[in-house]
């Protein structure tokens, strides 16, 4: 006999990152698809964590995150957003911005709940949703500029709305809001009790002089929000899966409920790392500029092709259509590359509960210059 357990998530299979980055070191394809920087990150980041392990910084951390780490960010985000959060009762530190976007959820989330959100969505977000036992309710971003409908969100929003989740700048779009997407959102929550989640973790990679309009400055909206955020994609150390999420008191104590229970505290060598490093604002303040030179980088080396780039202004990715060359589903046209050009992208319906698919594939373009370099040249050959 063997042994039989309930799905809790029957039509979830393995992510796209994990199969297209298996699929481009099975073909030893260049991989653009799942996002993370192939250049080192800073070596007096290294060396401070290092420090902290020689020290003996080696057992738990305070179960809401490092003291002097907290206070850090309440200084950063003081200077960035001209917010005064409380270290002590409205930050905790997280493994990973995905992981403060599924506590958040598991915190507010009960049977039945509903769930806006905006696909493309980033693909933890509606199994987070049902795993909780919530519905979760697209609203689509209008293609080919991915802005927001706000009257067809109004119109989705029901007794039964919990929340409302947002992304910027988004992924995988590269869109980023507008003052005017934030007076709508203010006229969404207005007289209601939904919550804001608000995933930021591309928050300083943001191009062409855009401000990021983090929830952070909008003390109204603050107050009815998880606002979460990734050191992974500020200090280009995906691997080390360290975030953090800033909330109101009353919001955070909730929060704090259900990750103490869950990895209940974080790396500490790497938080008394943070906190140190977190000083130099230059590295954070300049990584605008680095990032949209590889975008632009990337956009002139693919003229030689026939992609076509949407508008990008923010985040790791550029998206291109391809529908001037095929008609081939994103997925197919996706492995085609990976398979024959020798390139790996990610196809952008994967970013649909319903598989829509505009002929768009996603590129990540946080890379050396020599791995984009490649990857053009193989593309440019490839067409022909
Ligand atoms: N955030 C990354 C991306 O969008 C991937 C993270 C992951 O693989 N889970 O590519």
Redesign the pocket.
Known sequence: MSIFIHSKLPNVGT?V??KMSALAQQYEAINLG???PDFMMSESLIALTNQAMQKGYNQYAHMCGLPLLRERIAEKISFLYQQVVNPETDITITPGG?YAIYTAFTTLLSPGDEVILFEPA?DSYVPNIEINGAKAIPVHLSFPDYSINWQEVQQKVTPKTKAIIINTPH??TGRVFTQEDIEQLRKVVANTNIIIISDEVYEHLIFDNKEHLSILRYPDLLERAFVCFSFGKVYHCTGWKMGYCVASPSLMKEFRKVHQFNSFSCNTPVQYALAEYLQDRSSYLQLGNQIQQKRDYLKQLLQSTPLIPLQSSGSYFQLYSYANISNESETYFAIRLTKEAGVTT?PVSAFYSNSIDNKVIRF?FAKQESTLEEAAKRLANYFG
């Open positions: 992510t990152f994990t799942q996002g993370f995905t980033y992924n995988p990610i990540c």
